[in-house]
């Protein structure tokens, strides 16, 4: 569960290559919530999950675009063309000194 007492509003019908991850339904409704942690969710009308992308920069150019056409447990940094382990990209973008790199010397 993402949110509980934010208002959901109804935005877009995602694309048809965008299928709910719980039943794969393809016409998902793209949802804003009235908050700012949360701003691209989608939400299943045939069996209610609502969810949200897991948002990461690469670590090896900062990057936040993904291509998905790789091997299994892969994606693929559309920026620098870097090849990653999902769960790697994961535990790097987790780190908190990840995140905080280079703010020391501003």
């Known amino acids: 569960l993402v949110t509980t ?3 959901l509003v109804p935005r ?3 694309s048809r290559d965008e299928l709910c991850p719980q039943c794969e339904y393809p016409e998902a409704i793209h949802l804003s919530v009235e908050q700012p942690n949360f701003p691209l969710m989608w939400y299943c009308p045939e069996c209610g ?3 949200a992308w897991y948002i990461a920069r690469c670590p ?3 990057g ?3 291509n998905k056409d790789c091997p299994d447990d892969t994606v693929k940094c559309s920026m620098c063309g870097m090849e990653w382990n999902i769960d790697t990209v994961k535990e790097i973008n987790e780190d908190p000194d990840f995140h905080n790199e280079g703010l020391e010397d501003e």
Do not use: G, S
Request: net charge negative.
């Open 5 to 7: 007492d934010q208002e």
């Open 12 to 14: 877009v019908p995602i």
């Open 49 to 51: 999950t609502i969810w």
């Open 60 to 62: 090896d150019c900062d």
């Open 64 to 66: 936040y675009a993904w």
